[in-house]
């Protein structure tokens, strides 16, 4: 039985196979792969897009999705072991893991990062704690990665570019008043190496790189399917000859826990927003964020209301690939 807990476990061909199908559910094809299957969607953290297309793609598939958010819906689920369960707590992932196994036939988590201790958070062991005690696959719906997202960004990419071996992908950090996840921009490194696109990280300093892990992958990617990588601090150098730019904000790693000190460097790097000058760098870009987006904070409006931003087809690619998805996974 395979999970779909981050794209490092999974090889191009499988990943294009599961682009390829959402292509077809993207012109119209249909499934009744869920046909009497039942999903079982848990939310520790808010969601927009998430939520709504992956409910929309189980009914659509004959499927019916059960929403739970443990702390509020449902009963707050302890992760660790060998603990002494007198707090908030109620029940243990291994039992509610292995209940709903009996339940659900997929079973799909969202759980953020804690952005207390990173040596922490960065063993995800939320979400493998439920693949572990699951009898049935489990589906990131975001944790430190956010494998559904790579999938509908590079399902945007071919629709738009075509083959996106070798060309040329800048993930640019962006301010934003609050230090976020680095899920995203994690998953954008991972997919975009995966299909050997010349990568290029843009960030304001070494401590906005992100964890070595990712960044190991990423050249494992390149080795293993061409394309390059590479760090840069500078704006203009970065932007230059870019094909497709995404944009993303996340907190300094070094700074995890300890947010205050990083605020006052933060603040002064406002001039990573995207705009139209930077765009006229890049060789006609296609420009795209996972949303949601702070106008004006992360791109300008008349980035985010140009004809090269593909954002909302990004967004609406998440019910196609994620169709595309559940209906492959609960074939095995």
């Known amino acids: ?8 476990d999974w090889r191009q061909d499988e990943l294009q196979q599961i682009i390829d199908l959402a292509n077809e559910f993207k012109q119209g094809a249909t499934s009744d792969a869920l046909k009497n299957k039942s999903v079982a969607l848990l939310f520790f953290n808010p969601s927009l897009r998430t939520r709504t297309s992956f409910e929309l793609g189980s009914w659509q598939m004959g499927g019916h999705a ?23 707590a109620e029940e243990h992932v291994a039992e509610a893991a292995q209940v709903l196994s009996r339940y659900c036939d997929l079973i799909c988590i969202r759980a953020f990062p804690k952005f207390e201790d990173w040596q922490e958070d960065r063993q995800d062991n939320m979400i493998k704690a439920f693949a572990k005690y699951s009898t049935v696959p489990v589906i990131n719906m975001e944790t430190i990665t ?31 008043p609050k230090p976020l996840n680095t899920a995203v921009a994690n998953s954008s490194l991972l997919i975009a190496s995966k299909f050997g696109m010349d990568v290029t990280l843009l960030c304001p300093s070494n401590d906005y790189l992100l964890d070595k892990r990712y960044m190991d992958i990423a050249k494992k990617n390149i080795e293993a399917y061409g394309g390059s990588f590479n760090v840069s601090h500078d704006i203009e150098e970065s932007y230059a000859g870019a094909e497709v730019v995404y944009a993303k904000s996340w907190g300094a790693l070094p700074y995890f826990g300890n947010w205050d000190a990083e605020k006052p460097f933060r603040d002064q790097q406002k001039h990573f927003i995207v705009n139209e000058e930077k765009m006229a760098l890049t060789n006609n870009a296609l420009f795209s964020h996972c949303l949601p987006l702070r106008r004006n904070i992360k791109a300008t409006d008349a980035v985010m209301d140009a004809d090269y931003c593909m954002a909302i087809d990004e967004a609406e690619n998440r019910l196609h690939v994620q169709k595309a998805l559940m209906s492959q996974l609960i074939k095995q």
């Open 1 to 8: 039985m395979k999970h779909f807990i981050t794209t490092a």
């Open 66 to 88: 059960i929403v739970l958010e443990p702390g509020k819906s449902a009963w707050p689920l302890e992760f660790e072991f060998g603990v002494k369960m007198d707090g908030i």
């Open 146 to 176: 956010h494998p559904c997202q790579e999938l509908a960004h590079m399902q945007a990419i071919q629709e738009k570019i075509g083959k996106p071996q070798n060309k040329k992908y800048l993930l640019t950090w962006t301010y934003h």
